[in-house]
């Protein structure tokens, strides 16, 4: 796949709700995965990690009540998109969350995911 179509197919993925999908059909097994410092999980690596982090975010969430994923931009090997949230966390007041995320893509899969969003 080129970038541009795993980028079409994450996209698709991801709208769907489907993240076992993505992780599957589209991620290498030694991807990595970074969040911003101060973040519960600031770094995965490989599959096992990765999951046991969604895994981790799943358990905080009380309820999810939408989201959005743009369109995708693609440079070179790279792929980066914006999604939202409209989440409410376990012990904490609904809110809308907004992050950028950036995807490196080598012989057609995804080898780093990086996420940027505030902390706090």
């Keep these: 796949m080129t970038t541009q179509e795993v980028a079409n197919r994450l996209v698709e993925i991801c709208r769907s709700g ?15 995965s970074i969040e911003p410092a101060g973040a519960p999980w600031e770094m995965a690596k490989g599959m096992n990690e990765i999951h046991q982090k969604g895994e981790k975010f799943n358990e905080m969430v009380e309820e999810m009540h939408g989201g959005s994923v743009s369109d995708p931009l693609v440079a070179g090997n790279f792929i980066t998109l914006t999604m939202e949230m409209d989440v409410t966390y376990k ?12 995807y490196e893509v080598q012989n057609g899969k995804i080898v780093k995911e990086q996420f940027f969003y505030p902390i706090g």
């Design 91 to 102: 012990g904490a007041p609904r809110k809308k969350d907004s992050e950028v995320c950036v």
């Design 18 to 32: 489907n993240w076992a999908q993505a992780y599957e059909e589209l991620y290498h097994e030694d991807c990595v």
